[in-house]
């Protein structure tokens, strides 16, 4: 168990709606990472907040989008979902930055399928 | 642009065989490299990472890989393989020219152990 918990573990839902995911980082993690993970594209990294603000970017839809709120928890946002959007969606997190050498600690993921 | 390359979709060996998992990378500067594993239904666990010093990187369950700075691999390896390392294992990047926000995935390589 790596300290990093999402819900929900599973999530079915149509296209064109919209969906939340929620991940609860490590105790005293502070950044808190996104991943699509697909059988088409493999494991994409999404985006990345640290203490409430974004930091990094990644090949994140405009469609998604995703916050940090005062008690370190993330959420990702998902609208206007489209049958490509299933994938299994990970959330990691960290102490600091990752400037580098940083290890990034995963939830067990939540699995998105849209139909 | 930093990448890594896992040139191997799947990996058969025989319980109590040594191991080895290829991993090559490319980046501009001095690599942050990254090993996971991923068994069924879960999320990603962290192995063992690079950053700096021995070339070869000790990690969990007796897993280790080596840095080659001049073939730029990352080689994940163990010397005797037992089934319940059967699972998806992802070499990663971190791309320090972002600042080291991102991290960057190979597309994973199958390891099955034979009983």
């Known amino acids: 168990d790596s300290g990093v918990t999402q819900t929900p573990k599973h999530l079915i839902t149509a296209t064109g709606q919209r969906v939340t995911l929620r991940c609860s980082p490590r105790?005293?993690?502070?950044?808190v990472y996104w991943y699509q993970q697909s059988l088409d594209q493999g494991l994409q990294f999404l985006i990345q907040?640290?203490?409430?603000?974004?930091?990094a970017k990644g090949n994140i839809l405009e469609r998604f989008s995703a916050q940090q709120f005062p008690d370190l928890h993330s959420e990702l946002n998902l609208s206007s979902l489209e049958l490509g959007d299933s994938a299994l969606y990970f959330c990691?997190?960290?102490?600091?930055?990752?400037?580098?050498?940083?290890?990034?600690?995963f939830g067990p993921g939540t699995r998105l399928l849209v139909l | 642009a930093q990448s890594v390359a896992q040139p191997e979709d799947q990996v058969n060996v025989a319980e109590g065989n040594p191991l080895t998992v290829k991993c090559t990378y490319s980046?501009?500067?001095?690599?942050?490299l990254f090993w996971y594993v991923q068994y069924p239904n879960r999320g990603l666990q962290f192995l063992l990472k690079?950053?700096?010093?021995?070339?070869l990187v000790k990690g969990s369950y007796g897993f280790e890989a080596e840095f080659n700075k001049s073939q730029t691999s990352f080689h994940l390896k163990k010397p005797s393989a037992l089934v319940s390392d059967s699972a998806l294992y992802f070499c990663?990047?971190?791309?320090?020219?972002?600042?080291?926000?991102?991290?960057?995935f190979g597309a994973g390589t199958r390891l099955f152990v034979k009983a």
């Open positions: 105790s005293g993690d502070l950044s």
């Open positions: 990663a990047v971190r791309d320090i020219e972002t600042g080291g926000f991102k991290t960057i």
């Open positions: 690079y950053i700096t010093g021995d070339n």
């Open positions: 990691a997190s960290s102490k600091r930055l990752a400037g580098g050498g940083e290890t990034q600690y």
């Open positions: 907040y640290y203490n409430g603000e974004e930091r």
């Open positions: 980046v501009s500067g001095n690599p942050y």
